[in-house]
């Protein structure tokens, strides 16, 4: 499982022959499949209107999608192992497209659904096979390339309403899915022009049907349960997926690097701290999306509109620091660069409970947000790059599976976690209290979870540097 002789050398200077062609085709699949994850919400109304469908039926439009890049998730080890990176980016890439054609050809709300159903599966593939492609051709050197590849994904969800609203104002809903034809097509292009040809590195593996069989199902049901946990039904869906997931335990330590996920993988101290670190902060960061906006809309008083305006440090935070992640990692190492990044966005996090609780100031929610966005920022790239340095070259596909698979369920869990407790305490306050205890202390909570993840970031290993100069 070491990597030290497949992978460049933390100290050479230069990256590999045309690393950053191949950044700017990842940097395009993360980006298309993150807008499109967003981008349909504002046509939502629009939808229930032309194709005269309940809201019920048209939000899972959204759903289905999220649902769907979950589903083909586990395959993506698999398919690497068959054919190659190259060209499942390729099949993926060209998939994309032709389904979005397909929704912006869709006749009802059923059809519309399907067909989003088959663009999540082919996105789906779209942000890990960015992921690895760029892992595989930076290795340890992946801080000074990821910062790039990682900005358009960050700006996505934000575009995405901002491109939607400007179709509609001049076009149908159709024009958004047909804004991927040929966005997708010059990506295909670049793809061929410049992905490396890898089918030569891969060793082709059996199709794990037992674990794609636990795996896939557990995925979409803790997704589904997870966000209605509230009603009984949902808890029903959540206690099935986590047997699930258990089931999948127990197959793949019987087949071992035949398993659709080789958890051989986690014996690696790097790797496993890697996957908590990822999980934390992936939770951390949606379950901050979920509770700042509706503290300053239903606590604050502010307007939505102006509401996205307040949040605007938090993406400032995190696009100052992305570019630096490269310089800041050779320089401190990643044990102490997300350490510090941990400790800032728990420091952060801190000052929100305290507005929270004592009323909103302007200028510190702006330093808040900074903190949170920037603290952040640090956190994520090093801790994924400490976690493939740790790994052989030949296991970065698998490894990219599973990393991507701990990231997805963090999300969801730590927000169903705040949310809960947040409806559970404003439901409990009594008359002579107000709301803002109740979002005082669920941001108290979300401290909690910086604080754990602050807590991993210690028990990352030191980097080489660091261990020779005797730092640590």
Known sequence: MKAETLLPSPRSEKLPPGTWKIVSVAAVGSFMAQLDATIVNVSLPDLVTTLHAPFSHIQWVVSGYLLALALTLPLNGWLVSRIGGRAVYLWCFGAFALTSGLCALAWSAPSLIAFRLLQ?????LLAPMAQMTVARVAGRQMPRVAGAMTA????????????AGAILSVASWRWIFLLNLPVGLAAFILAVQFLPDDRHEERSRPLDLTGLGFLAPALISFLYGMDHVA???GQAILS???????????????????????????????FSMSAVIMFLTNGVSFAGQMLLPVWLIHACGISPERTGLFMAPLGLGMMCVYPLIGRLSDRFGARDLTGCGAMLSLVGTVILAVLAYSGLNVALLAIALLLRGGGGGTVGIP???AGYASIARADIPMATTALNIVQRIGGPALTTACATFLGWRLATVGPSHVASEAY???????????GALLLA???MKPSEKNRQSGTF
């Open 240 to 270: 099935a997926s986590l047997v699930l997931f258990v089931l999948y335990v127990r197959s793949a330590r019987r087949k071992g690097d035949d398993a659709l996920i080789d958890l051989r993988l986690f014996r690696a101290p790097a």
């Open 457 to 459: 970031t210690r028990f």
């Open 120 to 124: 999540g599966m082919a996105g789906g």
């Open 152 to 163: 358009p994904v960050l700006l996505a969800p934000l575009l995405g309403p901002v491109v």
């Open 383 to 385: 801790a994924m790059s």
């Open 231 to 233: 009603r009984p039904y």
């Open 440 to 450: 005082a202390e669920t941001f108290g909570l979300l401290a909690l979870f910086h």
